[in-house]
């Protein structure tokens, strides 16, 4: 049995920042490189047709809205990782990464089931039969990395929690170096090697190459590694499954795979309504949605970090210190949002223009983007009080945060005033732009209830034992 991690010096917000940037950045760079694929795959298909994106739109909502899903749940590996790392069970914290390997293999069957027959998802969007059929062959694609993105996750979620993320952020970047050249001879085709362009499928078959060489080196990382060594993953087979640590896992992971499949679905489902409006208003949504969810990896990244060392600390039982980064990453976290927020804003129209250069999909993603400021802070202060209440394994509350917010006001919301159920909706409040103006309004709410939900559970001398044992 390793020790418990020993007191750390520091209590000014600074001190803090010192601890998280370390942490920090290589998820940052890592969910960069993640988004990336995506981007590629947005950047690629604008230039192909606009039936092509419009697909790309409704299959990225799809397979996104399965893979949160499932990567929520075993997701909740991180912050119990996290505790018993810092509380020196290295060993049992193996043990729960071999139960998550169970978790993930059962989510890969369903998760697949769904993408292979994506009928409900195709309804909601009222697709053509043009967009159809390049939606289904997308998602066929994907299905194929779901399992390797999913048994990836794990390997995610035990390096994050035990501070060791560097080793994540290196193979997500050695996938996005398979990802982008086989995206693009995919997508256009190489005809000297008699290779058809493919369309958003191409963007499927080449994820799922790219995630199943990621998931090939974390094995070959975990084998060669001696960091691992404590953890005992390798050299006695798998664990077979154990009731109480896959209960402990599913208590935990299942609202926490709820809560970011709302967070996701109030997003992708937008774009799914927003296609009924026709390929253009879907394309330049498809725009604005992949800039802001480059933006989020910022206080995403903060989140995942200062998740991580609040989870060590109550592993450690030093729980001022724990409570003192979850509010300190708070105020980190907006802080940067609301700088680079209000830069985005500014200089909006160039930043479009990196994206495409036709003129209808721009005029159509430009009017989005003038809530990025407001939008982006709020996203960021809901999604890093989100990971700080995992830390204390709170997933319940936020659930219902997020049903209430992303879905009550941001797609319900969206839906009366996009489409004008009153009658009475001004015209400028319609389309795209009345789902955005709902959206920032739910995630303002959901950002402000989840920081007061977080300094209460803070607040409470009980609730970070939770979980514990003697």
């Not at 694609?141 to 390997?155: C, D, I, K, R, Y």
């Not at 489902?269 to 390929?279: N, Q, Y």
């Not at 969810?293 to 030093?318: C, E, H, K, W, Y």
């Not at 003129?359 to 400021?373: G, I, K, R, Y």
């Amino acid at each position: 049995m390793s020790l418990p991690l020993p007191p750390q010096p520091g209590h000014s917000p600074g001190a803090s920042l010192r601890r998280i940037l370390p942490l920090a950045w290589p998820v940052f760079v890592g969910q960069v490189s993640v988004l990336a694929f995506a981007t590629i795959d947005t950047l690629l298909v604008a230039r192909a047709s606009a039936a092509d994106l419009a697909a790309l739109a409704v299959g990225g909502a799809t397979y996104v809205t399965v893979f949160i899903g499932c990567m929520g749940i075993l997701m909740a590996l991180m912050p119990i990782a996290g505790q018993l790392h810092g509380a020196g069970r290295d060993a049992e914290a193996g043990r729960q990464a071999h139960q998550a390997v169970w978790i993930a293999l059962g989510l890969s069957a369903l998760g697949c089931a769904v993408l292979v027959f994506p009928a409900p998802f195709l309804a909601l969007a009222r697709a053509g039969p043009e967009v159809a059929a390049k939606v289904r062959a997308y998602l066929l694609g994907v299905a194929l990395a779901l399992p390797a993105s999913l048994l990836f996750t794990v390997f995610r979620a035990l390096n994050n929690g035990v501070s060791r993320p560097k080793a994540v952020m290196a193979i997500q970047l050695g996938g996005l170096a398979v990802k982008a050249p086989m995206s693009a001879a995919l997508v256009f085709g190489l005809a000297p090697l008699g290779l058809p362009a493919l369309g958003a499928a191409g963007c499927g078959i080449a994820t799922a190459l790219a995630m199943w060489a990621q998931l090939l080196l974390s094995a070959w990382v975990l084998k060669r590694d001696a960091f691992y060594a404590p953890f005992a993953l390798l050299g006695r087979g798998l664990d077979r499954p154990r009731r109480a640590p896959l209960l402990e896992q599913l208590r935990l992971g299942l609202p926490m795979g709820a809560s970011i499949m709302v967070e996701v679905t109030g997003f992708t489902f937008m774009a799914i309504f927003i296609s009924r409006l026709g390929t253009t208003p879907v394309a330049g949504h498809q725009i604005a949605v992949n800039l802001v969810s480059l933006l989020f990896m910022m206080p995403l990244a903060i989140g995942n970090a200062g998740s991580t060392l609040v989870a060590q600390r109550i592993g450690a039982g030093d729980l001022a210190d724990a409570r003192r980064l979850g509010g300190h990453s708070l105020l980190l976290g907006c802080s940067f949002a609301a700088v680079v927020g209000s830069a985005v804003f500014f200089w909006r129209e160039q930043v479009l223009g990196l994206y495409t250069s036709d003129a209808a999909v721009m005029a159509a993603a430009l009017p989005l983007l003038a809530w990025v400021a407001l939008f982006h802070v709020a996203d960021g202060a809901q999604i890093i009080a989100a990971f700080v209440l995992r830390a204390y394994k709170v997933a319940t509350v936020p659930l219902v945060i997020y049903v209430t917010a992303m879905w009550g006001v941001g797609l319900g919301g969206g839906w009366v005033l996009a489409f004008d159920l009153p009658g009475s909706v001004p015209l400028e409040w319609q389309g795209a732009r009345g789902f955005w103006l709902a959206s920032t309004t739910g995630l303002v709410l959901a950002g402000v209830a989840l920081s007061v939900e977080m300094g209460r559970v803070m607040g409470r001398s009980g609730v970070v034992a939770m979980g514990r044992r003697p």
